[in-house]
């Protein structure tokens, strides 16, 4: 079930009634409520996929149960691996056993040798990336002791596939979303009122700018022989919009329904595009993950605070292993080893955490430096996104190549409308820099009248230049 | 709660009921708009007739033709001008895929469904479609977008017009036009009955309105003629010999233009073939009727 679908805006007030006015008295009822709605959610794409997620849901219970009973450290251990071979392996079979497998027979025939790799013809389940990193990081967790494993079964299977964020996130750690499922939930005006702000953004975010720009660089980077090198450039900035407005749009949505039933997701996007260096971005660029890869690889692996050749070494292994989860596919390989290329030189002379506030902080507009960091920024962000868009590694150094062609300069094809959408998501989220999201408006000193009228605004947009229903890029992943 | 659910019923009363005052307002507009096709010849039908009827060179005629319209719109389209205008002459295009099953899947594809809602939300109600599979969410869409977003005077966005296109070189595009008209996920898509029942619906309705209906088939490039599936073929030429039978006049000029510099792609004329293509039409027409 899509959220910009039709059957989402009827399944969303039905839940919310039932949640709230039948059962709200009884919190296992609302648990077994929520776990029943997020596999009907879920199995609105294909019922088959609801066995792997029971499947993997069942293991990590049983292993976090074997983990609070277990002492002997081998034991442990043990269990733990089977979590992470069952959960991988789901991984690696179906995302990545193609990719493999193709990639083994090319390089066979760099020595001159040709064979047929054999194929699986399987689909991707929708959203296996995203919560099979959430389970892991519940058996990650309990066999750090860092989190009471759980024997409530309806509030672990409700955690692993919890429907706002089951399909793209945010991934969210057992450690915040679990005890929630715990606890009473208490009806917070605010708090909902809030949320249903955040789910307006999240849908403007995704059927105004990420539809309205699929279009514009669907077709620039089908056909990037018949464009000039200007055009191109602006078929790579719309692709960068694009793809923040439609994964960060998914999580706004994500985040906002999750408090229309009283929880808390944690922030997964805090306005990258007005970071001032990379490592800036990916503190501000889909926050769950990178936190995940920070806390569950990079640090185990020494993190920082190694020597000179082994920090190269675990920064290159993260960004490759970052890009290599976007999907099985030389390019995003190759994007993730760019970004850290850019983010290398800031890590190695300690320049990698001095942008941590916000931007131009407590001023309306920013100074020329910040205004020259974030452009340089977001010129670095587009140029690597290429790489993300590409169907493979030729089309993508083809795209750069005609890029730097003689028609650079040459006047490019402007898409008015989507610069101008792009304006007003950039007006909108400058403004709101601080916040958790970019319509969080209720702190503005504003008649409650004028408010309304930019949600209907807003609403209309929606309604009156709502692209063509795409679906969330993310699912792919 | 309960503020809550108070503020939320009033934050989409307000909207709810804007909505229903541009409703009413643009269904005034579209029962009270009059169109004056002002011509007594009509050429109608889909980007066929729309690319090579160029009607600068066609005196007292007009090109209401739109691409990839199906026999159902085009009916839709007669039976509300039918109404206020007097048309002495249709023409009509009459080509294979026409009466592909390809047209019915129209309503329900993804990337046509919204396009074709677009036109027709003016000259159509729900229970039109009903022999149709239909995609309800861009029905539904296109219909709150048109009507009830904002009043607008002007709802006739169903009347084409022709649209010549520049091209020194064909695109040879035989191979995708073949796969587009006769073939979907790879499966011959067969005969549509709807659309021999429809374009039957418009003989009737032209009979009924004493319009002398012409049936057209514009010049289809050798490499598109070639690929049409043998069933498509044999369908075509029993439906125009039936045509024929009933005192239907059938032009089949598909073979009257076969340079390729006349040509924008497989299936399409350019400007140059349209302007010329039109003087052979007429110059039949004289012959034929006159």
Same mark, same amino acid.
């Given at each position: 079930?899509?959220?910009?679908?039709?059957?989402?805006?009827?399944?969303?007030?039905?839940? *919310?009634?039932?949640?709230?006015?039948?059962?709200?008295?009884?919190?296992? %009822?609302? $648990?077994?409520?929520?776990?029943?709605?997020? &596999?009907?959610? &879920?199995?609105?794409?294909?019922?088959?996929?609801?066995?792997?997620?029971?499947?993997?849901?069942?293991?990590?219970?049983?292993?976090?149960?074997?983990?609070?009973?277990?002492?002997?450290?081998?034991?442990?251990?043990?269990?733990?691996?089977?979590?992470?071979?069952?959960?991988?392996?789901?991984?690696?079979?179906?995302? =990545?056993? @193609?990719?493999?497998?193709?990639? *083994?027979?090319?390089?066979?025939?760099?020595?001159?040798?040709?064979?047929?790799?054999?194929?699986?013809?399987?689909?991707?389940?929708?959203?296996?990336? /995203?919560?099979?990193?959430?389970?892991?990081?519940?058996?990650?967790?309990? =066999?750090?002791?860092?989190?009471?494993?759980?024997?409530?079964?309806?509030?672990?299977?409700?955690?692993?596939?919890?429907?706002?964020?089951?399909? !793209?996130?945010?991934i969210e750690r057992a450690t915040n979303l679990l005890p929630q499922f715990y606890k009473k939930r208490k009806f917070d005006y605010e708090k909902?009122?809030?949320?249903?702000?955040?789910?307006?953004?999240?849908? *403007?975010?995704?059927?105004?700018?990420?539809? $309205? #720009?699929?279009? /514009? !660089?669907n077709d620039i980077f089908n056909n990037y022989t018949d464009y000039s090198g200007s055009t191109l450039i602006f078929g790579a900035i719309v692709f960068a919009f694009q793809i923040y407005a439609d994964f960060s749009g998914y999580s706004d949505i994500a985040i906002g329904t999750a408090r229309l039933f009283g929880f808390n997701l944690k922030q997964n996007f805090a306005f990258p595009y007005f970071s001032r260096d990379v490592a800036e971005a990916w503190r501000r660029w889909h926050i769950s993950l990178v936190t995940w890869f920070r806390d569950y690889v990079y640090i185990p692996l020494g993190g920082s605070r190694v020597g000179i050749w082994k920090k190269i070494r675990n920064i290159f292994i993260i960004y490759i292993v970052c890009g290599f989860w976007h999907g099985a596919n030389w390019t995003f390989i190759v994007?993730?080893?760019?970004? !850290?290329?850019? /983010?290398?030189?800031?890590?190695?002379?300690?320049?990698?955490?001095?942008?941590?506030?916000?931007?131009?902080?407590?001023?309306?507009?920013p100074n020329l430096k910040e205004i020259l960091q974030m452009g340089l920024t977001f010129f670095i962000i587009t140029i690597t996104v290429i790489f993300f868009r590409a169907n493979n590694l030729t089309h993508a150094f083809d795209y750069l190549a005609n890029i730097f062609s003689v028609d650079l300069f040459s006047l490019p094809i402007f898409p008015k409308k989507i610069f101008l959408f792009i304006t007003f998501l950039l007006v909108i989220e400058w403004f709101n820099r601080d916040k958790k999201h970019g319509l969080q408006i209720n702190s503005w000193q504003i008649h409650r009248i004028v408010k309304w009228c930019l949600y209907y605004f807003i609403i209309f947009l929606i309604f009156y230049f709502g692209g063509e229903q795409q679906e969330f890029i993310y699912f792919q992943f | 709660m309960k503020r809550f659910i108070e503020v939320a019923i009033i934050f989409i009363i307000i909207p709810v009921f804007y909505l229903l005052i541009n409703y009413f307002i643009n269904r005034y507009f579209i029962n009270s708009h009059v169109i004056d096709v002002q011509t007594n010849v009509l050429i109608v039908g889909n980007s066929h007739n729309r690319r090579s009827i160029d009607?600068?060179?066609?005196?007292?005629?007009?090109?209401?033709?739109?691409?990839?319209?199906?026999?159902?719109?085009? &009916?839709?389209?007669?039976?509300?001008? #039918?109404?206020? @205008?007097?048309?002495?002459?249709?023409?009509?295009? /009459? %080509?294979?895929?026409?009466?592909?099953?390809?047209?019915?899947?129209? *309503?329900?594809?993804?990337?046509?469904?919204g396009e074709m809602f677009k036109r027709l939300y003016a000259i159509s109600s729900l229970s039109d479609f009903n022999q149709f599979e239909i995609n309800y969410r861009n029905y539904f869409y296109v219909y709150i977008k048109n009507l009830c977003l904002y009043p607008k005077v002007k709802h006739d966005n169903y009347i084409g017009s022709f649209n010549g296109k520049k091209s020194k070189k064909i695109h040879n595009d035989s191979t995708e036009a073949i796969e587009r008209h006769y073939f979907y996920e790879d499966k011959n898509v067969g005969i549509s009955y709807l659309c021999i029942n429809y374009l039957d619906s418009i003989i009737n309705l032209a009979d009924k309105n004493n319009m002398k209906l012409i049936l057209v088939t514009a010049p289809l490039h050798s490499s598109y003629i070639n690929n049409i599936p043998t069933n498509f073929q044999d369908s075509f030429f029993e439906l125009k010999d039936s045509l024929i039978n009933e005192k239907i006049m059938v032009l089949d000029l598909s073979e009257s233009i076969i340079e390729d510099k006349y040509f924008y792609n497989s299936d399409h004329l350019n400007n140059k073939g349209a302007k010329k293509f039109t003087k052979i039409l007429i110059d039949t027409l004289n012959c034929k009727l006159y």
């Amino acid at each position: 079930m899509l959220f910009n679908s039709i059957e989402f805006a009827i399944f969303l007030p039905i839940i *919310f009634i039932l949640y709230w006015f039948v059962i709200s008295k009884n919190l296992k %009822f609302q $648990n077994v409520l929520l776990l029943l709605a997020s &596999y009907l959610f &879920y199995g609105w794409w294909n019922w088959w996929f609801l066995f792997l997620i029971i499947f993997s849901s069942f293991i990590d219970y049983l292993v976090g149960i074997g983990l609070s009973k277990q002492k002997i450290p081998k034991k442990r251990k043990f269990l733990l691996f089977i979590s992470i071979f069952i959960n991988i392996g789901f991984l690696g079979v179906f995302k =990545y056993f @193609n990719f493999f497998a193709e990639s *083994f027979a090319d390089a066979f025939t760099l020595f001159g040798k040709s064979i047929e790799p054999s194929r699986l013809n399987i689909i991707l389940p929708v959203g296996i990336s /995203f919560y099979t990193f959430q389970t892991l990081s519940y058996s990650i967790d309990v =066999y750090r002791k860092k989190l009471e494993p759980t024997k409530d079964i309806i509030s672990f299977f409700a955690f692993v596939s919890f429907f706002p964020q089951l399909v !793209a996130g945010p991934i969210e750690r057992a450690t915040n979303l679990l005890p929630q499922f715990y606890k009473k939930r208490k009806f917070d005006y605010e708090k909902a009122t809030d949320g249903v702000r955040q789910i307006i953004w999240g849908l *403007f975010k995704k059927m105004v700018i990420a539809d $309205n #720009c699929a279009v /514009f !660089a669907n077709d620039i980077f089908n056909n990037y022989t018949d464009y000039s090198g200007s055009t191109l450039i602006f078929g790579a900035i719309v692709f960068a919009f694009q793809i923040y407005a439609d994964f960060s749009g998914y999580s706004d949505i994500a985040i906002g329904t999750a408090r229309l039933f009283g929880f808390n997701l944690k922030q997964n996007f805090a306005f990258p595009y007005f970071s001032r260096d990379v490592a800036e971005a990916w503190r501000r660029w889909h926050i769950s993950l990178v936190t995940w890869f920070r806390d569950y690889v990079y640090i185990p692996l020494g993190g920082s605070r190694v020597g000179i050749w082994k920090k190269i070494r675990n920064i290159f292994i993260i960004y490759i292993v970052c890009g290599f989860w976007h999907g099985a596919n030389w390019t995003f390989i190759v994007w993730g080893a760019l970004h !850290a290329l850019f /983010f290398l030189p800031l890590i190695l002379i300690k320049k990698n955490r001095i942008n941590t506030n916000i931007v131009a902080q407590g001023k309306l507009i920013p100074n020329l430096k910040e205004i020259l960091q974030m452009g340089l920024t977001f010129f670095i962000i587009t140029i690597t996104v290429i790489f993300f868009r590409a169907n493979n590694l030729t089309h993508a150094f083809d795209y750069l190549a005609n890029i730097f062609s003689v028609d650079l300069f040459s006047l490019p094809i402007f898409p008015k409308k989507i610069f101008l959408f792009i304006t007003f998501l950039l007006v909108i989220e400058w403004f709101n820099r601080d916040k958790k999201h970019g319509l969080q408006i209720n702190s503005w000193q504003i008649h409650r009248i004028v408010k309304w009228c930019l949600y209907y605004f807003i609403i209309f947009l929606i309604f009156y230049f709502g692209g063509e229903q795409q679906e969330f890029i993310y699912f792919q992943f | 709660m309960k503020r809550f659910i108070e503020v939320a019923i009033i934050f989409i009363i307000i909207p709810v009921f804007y909505l229903l005052i541009n409703y009413f307002i643009n269904r005034y507009f579209i029962n009270s708009h009059v169109i004056d096709v002002q011509t007594n010849v009509l050429i109608v039908g889909n980007s066929h007739n729309r690319r090579s009827i160029d009607t600068t060179f066609f005196k007292n005629a007009k090109n209401i033709a739109q691409g990839a319209e199906p026999y159902f719109a085009t &009916y839709l389209k007669l039976k509300k001008l #039918c109404v206020n @205008n007097k048309i002495d002459t249709l023409i009509l295009n /009459f %080509f294979y895929g026409d009466i592909s099953a390809g047209n019915d899947k129209k *309503f329900i594809n993804k990337k046509w469904s919204g396009e074709m809602f677009k036109r027709l939300y003016a000259i159509s109600s729900l229970s039109d479609f009903n022999q149709f599979e239909i995609n309800y969410r861009n029905y539904f869409y296109v219909y709150i977008k048109n009507l009830c977003l904002y009043p607008k005077v002007k709802h006739d966005n169903y009347i084409g017009s022709f649209n010549g296109k520049k091209s020194k070189k064909i695109h040879n595009d035989s191979t995708e036009a073949i796969e587009r008209h006769y073939f979907y996920e790879d499966k011959n898509v067969g005969i549509s009955y709807l659309c021999i029942n429809y374009l039957d619906s418009i003989i009737n309705l032209a009979d009924k309105n004493n319009m002398k209906l012409i049936l057209v088939t514009a010049p289809l490039h050798s490499s598109y003629i070639n690929n049409i599936p043998t069933n498509f073929q044999d369908s075509f030429f029993e439906l125009k010999d039936s045509l024929i039978n009933e005192k239907i006049m059938v032009l089949d000029l598909s073979e009257s233009i076969i340079e390729d510099k006349y040509f924008y792609n497989s299936d399409h004329l350019n400007n140059k073939g349209a302007k010329k293509f039109t003087k052979i039409l007429i110059d039949t027409l004289n012959c034929k009727l006159y």
